[in-house]
């Protein structure tokens, strides 16, 4: 009889644990920088919170170019970071196609079909984003190689900067996880 | 429900969603759900065609019902019941 009671108690445990594993949590990393492949990943983090799922979004490398504030400067970059931040895309404004961008052109035919079409823009998808409670945690790293700074980032709500460690902590408790 | 119950239904709740493309339906209908108490229906208005797939599959996850699709010329209109 006590060794009943003692597995029951041993069993509530392990589906405490078990439940408190996984949340309805959706965790991407956004990892490119181009325009198309952006736009894919803002739509399934927005419609993820339908979902009534929590959404974190980190963002490394190319796809930190698409969080600058193109009416915001930079203080305080030396040299390097100064060169490569200017070769960077400043803002989604700037972003290119993955394919058949053929000198933005390409981009601007797709433009002009998603506003026929009633697609939001990456610029929308953010607002929107950031009406939902959407997180974006911005790789501290890959800003630092980008040569971009804190105060040229766009006006986020829920926006902070950190390491690998909060994507890994955040991917754990997710149901979901993509790399775009 | 046949499609003429469907048009008879009295709707508690309507959302026009046909100025959006996907994810502005689900968007929406997540939105309006909240405002509409638990049996009551909501009619989703929406010219995207992936919706019709979409919203019956998010309100089965979320716990509504979902009644039925009705095809008008352009779009299509979704109707559930809060679960």
Redesign the interface.
Same mark, same amino acid.
């Given at each position: 009889m006590e060794n009943i009671e003692k597995n029951i108690k041993e069993l509530q445990e392990k589906v405490a644990r078990l439940e408190k594993g996984t949340e309805d949590q959706l965790s991407m990393v956004l990892f490119s920088g181009d325009l198309d492949k952006l736009l894919a990943a803002m739509i399934i983090a927005t419609g993820a919170t339908a979902m009534d799922m929590k959404v974190k979004l980190f963002f490394t490398f190319w796809a930190t170019t698409a969080l600058r504030d193109k009416t915001k400067k930079a203080k305080s970059k030396d040299f390097m970071s100064k060169m490569f931040g200017s070769m960077l895309p400043k803002g989604t404004s700037k972003l290119k196609l993955s394919k058949m961008n053929m000198g933005g052109i390409g981009k601007s035919m797709l433009k002009s079909l998603m506003k026929k079409k009633n697609v939001a823009s990456l610029d929308e998808l953010f607002k929107t984003a950031a009406e939902l409670g959407v997180e974006i945690n911005v790789c501290e790293m890959s800003m630092d190689l980008m040569g971009i700074n804190k105060e040229e980032l766009i006006d986020y709500p829920n926006l902070n900067i950190c390491g690998v460690a909060t994507f890994l902590v955040d991917a754990e408790e997710s149901k979901i996880q993509l790399f775009i | 429900m046949t499609q003429d119950e469907l048009q008879a239904l009295t709707v508690n709740k309507s959302v026009d969603a046909r #100025?959006?493309?996907?994810? #502005?339906p &689900? &968007?929406e209908? %997540?939105k309006a759900i909240g405002t509409i108490g638990s049996g009551e229906i909501m009619e989703v208005l929406s010219a995207d065609e992936g919706t019709k797939r979409d919203i019956p599959k998010?309100a089965n %996850? %979320?716990g509504h019902e979902y009644l039925g699709t009705v095809e008008e010329s352009g779009f299509f209109k979704i109707y559930l019941k809060k679960g």
């Open positions: - | #100025g959006t493309a996907c994810p #502005g &689900l &968007l209908a %997540k998010w %996850k %979320k």
